[in-house]
């Protein structure tokens, strides 16, 4: 899990507990759940991947598959996932108007 400050999922597990309290009868079973994940997982930040980019398609570095295809007429971004031995699945990304570095950004 990559996310910008330790302890984030901690306090979003914390206050969700907290907000269906029940009288005090908090379910541990989901904080010991978020300790271990978090224990399996450290907290770190994403690190940009290198890519080579022709213009159209930007490859694994050496690759042969696309991994994002950009379509430079119409603005158009399509990540490419591949699942298995199945064909790729193309997935158009939309704008964001807005970036924030914080995913819970209202």
């Known amino acids: 899990m990559n996310v910008a400050e330790p302890g984030l999922s901690q306090s979003l597990v914390d206050d969700r507990a907290h907000s269906r309290d029940r009288g005090g009868k908090i379910d541990m079973n989901v904080r010991r759940c978020a300790i271990r994940l978090g224990e399996c997982f450290p907290v770190r930040a994403a690190q940009p ?8 398609v930007f490859r694994k570095p050496g690759g042969v598959a696309p991994q994002m295809e950009w379509n430079p007429q119409s603005g158009q971004m399509t990540v ?6 199945r064909p790729a699945l193309r997935v158009p990304l ?13």
């Open 49 to 56: 991947r290198p890519m080579d980019f022709d213009g159209r």
């Open 80 to 85: 490419v996932l591949y699942f298995g031995t």
């Open 94 to 106: 939309r704008s964001v108007p807005q970036f924030s570095t914080d995913p819970w950004a209202a």
